[in-house]
């Protein structure tokens, strides 16, 4: 999977377009039985005639997973052609569109579910207008499912230690709202404290029914890497050592989390 800025986004509405492997299908499709997310969807999606927008696909990994399971109302949107192209080839069957989740081509209050994981964070000027865009086309009393980058409580402290060294190099100039990632170079996402997250979502007109953190396996492997954790083939692998140290960090909430979801309502 690579990156790219979107040659056609202005300056003040940057947006990251992701470049996805069409060979690494099989394998994300199969991870979807260990995404956090994508289980904490599933407590919900309860009624599978339900109108459901996945918001920025992908290659349809999500759009596959609910339709094999008998969803067969599930709709992706995606600003990758390349990735949609592939996803109208090989799986026909599926709603899948190329578009941008700013300017979707969706009558309002259209779906009863939106799903929309790790998407938000990657438009340069903020959530506002994309969380915006999501209300829209949910149907009121609808539910939406939406995941960001953790600034947890680990990475907050790097934030600081950084925020304390560029002020003590005179720096201190232009520091961004939200925690930027990398820290250094072209922007690719932010990361957003649990408060911060929540009060985007508040202020975009929802309702906050759950906010957990999730991909706690993720975190420990940013944190900590080989050789307690592998990562290989789209899959997780954990050592015990690994598996115990997991264990004890998420016994303080938010601490070394990779992802924040919050369920909403609208």
């Avoid at 394998?27 to 999606?45: E, F, H, I, Q």
């Avoid at 209050?109 to 949910?138: A, C, N, Q």
Wanted: aromatic share 12%; net charge neutral; with cysteine.
């Amino acid at each position: 999977m690579s990156r790219e800025l979107d040659p056609g986004a202005t300056q003040e509405s940057k947006r990251i377009v992701f470049g996805w492997d069409s060979a690494d299908f099989d394998a994300l499709l199969r991870s979807c039985k260990a995404d956090d997310a994508v289980t904490l969807a599933m407590g919900y999606l309860k009624n599978k005639d339900a109108q459901i927008l996945e918001a920025g696909c992908g290659l349809g990994r999500v759009v596959k997973y609910l339709y094999d399971r008998g969803y067969k109302n599930v709709h992706g949107i995606e600003i990758n052609s390349e990735a949609v192209t592939f996803v109208n080839k090989r799986f026909p069957e599926l709603r899948v569109i190329q578009g941008d989740i700013l300017e979707m081509p969706y009558e309002a209050e259209s779906f009863d579910f939106i799903l929309s994981f790790g998407v938000v964070e990657h438009f340069s000027d903020g959530l506002y207008k994309p969380l915006r865009s999501l209300y829209r086309v949910l149907k009121n009393d609808g539910v939406a499912i939406i995941t960001v980058p953790s600034l947890n409580r680990i990475r907050s402290l790097q934030a600081k230690a950084r925020k304390f060294l560029r002020a003590t190099r005179g720096y201190s100039a232009g520091i961004p709202r939200f925690e930027v990632w990398p820290s250094s170079g072209e922007f690719f996402e932010y990361r957003l404290a649990p408060e911060q997250f929540e009060d985007e979502c508040k202020n975009a007109g929802f309702h906050i029914v759950e906010s957990l953190p999730i991909c706690h396996i993720d975190g420990l492997y940013h944190l900590v890497g080989r050789p307690l954790v592998y990562f290989s083939n789209w899959e997780f692998r954990v050592s015990i050592l690994g598996k115990m140290l997991n264990a004890a960090l998420r016994t303080i909430p938010f601490l070394h989390n990779h992802m924040h979801a919050c369920v909403l309502r609208k």
